[in-house]
């Protein structure tokens, strides 16, 4: 298995602009995490999926951000507008059932730089 | 929600000395405890971790130990090598409820060659 994929993996806009990070799960994973980093903040959840259903959204900062997960191999991370603030690395992870495996394995990130 | 903090926030050792991390959670429901490796520009990567019903476990150079009653956590690397040099991230779960991970602020670890 490639791992999880995410893409782009950098992202350039300017404020005002739509954003939107994707992310390819481990096939057979059923869970789905984005988290995002910042010197300041650390890595912070933003909002998980558990079989495509978004289970804990608290930690998505406000309703510029959204996050859906259409089918078991794809999701996306909107900001929209973008504001220089959403600066960050956001990572994407995924993960087995409980009871099973637990390691979250991440993917390489996307570097976003609003402007 | 689970809070869990990690210090030192920076540590420097000798190569071959031992380095040790803590963290402190506050959720007594939390029986997961991983911790994540991240060198520069990479992603965070899985190195050990331990379940509550475990009080130490060992992999080789590392280690991690559990203290259920006290709600804390240490990783412990022996004969640190240049290669070693990253921040490392100690998180906390509830492996059967909510399965989000809960991250400490992370420790940057220099080792001198």
């Known amino acids: 298995d490639a791992g999880v994929i995410q893409s782009p993996r950098h992202e350039v806009t300017e404020m005002g602009q739509e954003v939107t990070l994707r992310c390819k799960p481990i096939?057979?994973?059923?869970?789905l995490f984005w988290y995002r980093q910042t010197m300041m903040r650390g890595l912070e959840l933003l909002i998980y999926?558990?079989?495509?259903?978004?289970?804990?959204d608290s930690g998505m900062p406000e309703d510029r951000f959204s996050a859906k997960m259409p089918n078991a191999s794809f999701s996306t991370l909107k900001i929209q507008p973008s504001e220089p603030r959403d600066s960050a690395v956001y990572f994407c992870?995924?993960?087995?059932?409980?009871?099973?495996?637990?390691?979250?394995?991440f993917g390489p990130g996307t570097r976003l730089t609003v402007t | 929600g689970e809070n869990v903090e990690q210090h030192p926030s920076t540590l420097s050792v000798q190569e071959g000395d031992s380095a040790v991390i803590k963290c402190t959670y506050s959720d007594s429901a939390s029986n997961y405890f991983p911790w994540y490796k991240q060198e520069l520009g990479k992603r965070p990567q899985l190195i050990i971790d331990i379940r509550s019903n475990v009080g130490e476990k060992k992999d080789q150079r590392i280690a991690v130990t559990l203290n259920k009653t006290a709600k804390h956590f240490s990783l412990h690397i022996t004969e640190t090598q240049p290669e070693d040099s990253a921040v490392y991230f100690c998180?906390?779960?509830?492996?059967?409820?909510?399965?989000?991970?809960?991250f400490g602020s992370g420790t940057r670890l220099q080792v001198q060659p």
């Open positions: 096939s057979g994973h059923d869970y």
């Open positions: 999926f558990n079989n495509n259903v978004p289970i804990d």
């Open positions: 992870a995924s993960s087995l059932n409980p009871g099973q495996e637990n390691e979250q394995y």
């Open positions: 998180a906390a779960s509830i492996e059967t409820g909510r399965r989000a991970l809960t």
